[in-house]
């Protein structure tokens, strides 16, 4: 049986690609069982992955690797929570200050207390367990779009109850707390105040004033650039961002959102874990946070200079920590009473 | 052919559907609750989320239909330079990704966007004049523009198959031009209408990405499994989601078995598009199909070149921002691109592989077998990405392999759902190999393994390229499997973007989607040359 050339001109160009491809594909993995594994928000890999780079400085000779599955900080810690009984991660990131009870309570992490604690203040540690440890902070605010606000002579929000004026009708957005880690903390910060039952109340009545719930992000910054909103929560660091001219704030009050690193309990590679957790506590990679991302350090050697520009509120509301445990039954009702009510 | 031999020839499909859909999806079942199963069906919410949806999707369904008739009539009518390359950059928004055909929408109609600045000044008012976005209307709208291709390709074969000396003689004898469209067009155009409904149905009904971009309040089934996914009540909610996606699979099933007929073995005749331009119809035909492109290619066009206006960087500019990012675990933007290509290169040969075995053996086979195979493969269509996803996790991440990490995991992810659309254009194809041919092999004695290697596959060669790049550029642009299975050592350009987009690097992370679109459209209309094949969705 004789083959014509073209056919096999396209058979050898095909299988030689192919060959390539997969060997290209298996030489740059590393096994993943050889690896020190890191789970947290997709949101937060930016952090995770210069973190990562400069453990792998410290230490080449070890293999880590960051995984979020595309998930949210509260998929994610659920997924460690499910894993429990043979964990895949050895170390959790990320997680956040108003869903770390519901992690500890499900004994999925292993109180470790690393010999470099001394580095971060008091104040600074918010699990009262001691088992999840600061790793960086943020400040969600009331932003505004200058330029439209004073085209529309409006007086500039400076509190989560401004927001409600009749004149902010169809000007205001929250991020959905479904899909957004900040439109959750905006949620999270009005129950700290209001309570659970007042709050949601709160943001009923807010709804008459909300152009739209943005999905994350870029949505907010498409929304804010097109002149669709300009009222809305925002991280602190947001304001100022070259693509989103005039968003401004007052910066009166404002949410401190709180994310910490724990070990997980029966990790494949416990020594090396906390090799990480110490690394991530240390100046050196604290001093990472603020250039990678939209947070600050809790050490506070490390450097904030990156963010000199952006206002850091001077009334700072933190988790209401009797609410512990309720996140996914308060973004069950906000889906039903706020989104679809 | 004995029926073993019958049941061997139906190997491959089978194969494809036990590794890439069933066993993950029994996964998904196996983590169902009963408890939740049966409180979601009582539940006031999940109806009003299931009445939304369906109305959306019935809504989409009908203008997507709509619009597209007239443009699936010229387009089996006429014929023209580049006409397949216009067809192949039609489907483009059905492979972008959804996030820029949003971005497109919120440019082009939002309340300060550009159609409502223009008309306000024409009108003379400061208020907005459509104002759809953030509402179920605008994701309508949305669907429409990513429908409208795919309901015209099928119906595109509806046309085709009609008899233009049947069209003449219903003239004369009727009389009158509904009397014609009653008697000739309905009738043939039936099936195919039916069948692009469903499909642009199931689609609709099965989207997330677009309610949550422009939806504003307004939400679906499927994005409330996206919102409690990896809680126990998502699996509950994904069966209940699959039941009624498989029930709409069905009825296309079913629908196709009462009225299949193979595809024609030739082409049929198209007119010069010279003739359409004598009457004033015609005429006004051509224009629809310029708003038609218009509308379909806008919102594409704009988030990709957005970018470079805004930031007022050249494309080398951004190309050299993007060189300069540091995205992974020490990864470059160089080593993304090449492990993205590297696994579109696998899953392409994956997936076309796949799809011979599957055609080639049910061509083999014939009657029945081919038939059922070729209905059956409309199956895995209707199936929920984000679903299929979950379950893949479940079973090959951390079930019964390990894959986790591993790009086998994404090429498997991304393979399932390119396979049945690999198999639609080869399908077609294969269909126009002359009977005589392999009656003249078969005389001669040549054996099915001969006749597939020096007949079948030589003159298929065309629309097996024409796939190979088809499945190349939708794994290049997949976000749903690249976005589950990645880790800082295994990233594709999707989730490149997304790292840009959690360091705040929107202006690149927008420059990229344009780069990773770009690709996309220089490949399809690379397949439109290469391949002298109509396209074939159903």
Redesign the interface.
Known sequence: ????W??LA?IAV?AV??V???L??LL???R??D?LIIYGP?????L??AL??GF?SRYPDVN????S???GSI?IA??LI??KGSP?ADVIIGLPEFYAKVVVDAGALEPYKPQNLSLIPEEEIWDPTGTVLPMDKGYVIITYNETIISRLSLPPPERLDDLLRPEYKDLVFYQ?P??SGTGLSFLVWVLSVKGVDEGFDFLKRLEQNI???P?????S???LK???VAIGSMFNT?VG?E?TPNLTSKAVEGFVYREGIALVRNAKHPEIAKKFIEFVLSTEAQNLVAP???MYPVNPKASVEFFSYAPVPSNRITFNRELAGSV?QW??RW??EI??G | MNGVKGLLTFVPFLFFLTLFYLVPLVFIVGNVSFTDFIGIIGDS?IH??LYGTFVQALLSTALALLLALPLAFFFARYSFKGKRVLEYVLLTTFFVPA?TV??GL??LL????AINTFLSILLGTEEPVIKI??SMWAVVLAHVIYYVPLAALILEQGFSSIDQDLVDAARVFSGSLLRTLRAVYLNALAPYMVAASLLVFAFSFITYSTP??VG??F?TMEV?I??????PISSSLALLQLSLTLAISTVIILFRERSYFPPPAGYPAEEPISRLLSKPSGVLLLVYVMAIYVFEISPVIIPMINPFF?AGQTPLGVFRGLQEF?????LSFN?IL??S???A??VS?VSTTLSICIVWSSKVSGGFVERATSVLMALPLTVSRSSLALGM?LSYG?GIT?L????VLMALGQSAVITPLATRVIEASWSRVSREYREAADAHGATTL?RL??IE??LV?PAL?AS?LMAFSSSLSDFTFS??F?????MTLPVAV??L????R??L?LALTSLITTIVVAVEVLGSQLSRERLRVM
């Open positions: 049986m004789r083959i014509g073209k056919t396209v095909m690609a192919v390539t491809s997969t290209y594909l740059s993995q590393p993943l069982e690896t997709r949101g937060i890999s930016g995770a992955t990562v780079n792998k880590v690797t960051f995984i599955y595309g998930m998929e659920n997924k499910a894993e895949v959905d479904t899909s152009k739209v719930h999905s994350g992000w870029t949505t910054i498409i929304a097109s002149g669709e947001d961002y693509e990678e991302g939209y996914e973004l069950d889906r039903r989104k679809t | 919410y009003r989320l996030f949003a971005e919120i440019v939002g309340e300060r966007g976005l953030y949550m971009l504003g309040r939400t409330e996206y919102a409690t996914r990896f809680r805004e540091k995205f992974g675990f020490g080593d090449y492990q290509l590297a696994v290169v696998v040969t996790l951390f390990k986790y990490g591993s790009w001969f290697i020096r596959i030589p060669l390229i190979f976005t589950f990645s880790t800082l050592n295994l997304n790292i987009i959690d360091t705040r929107l202006s992370a």
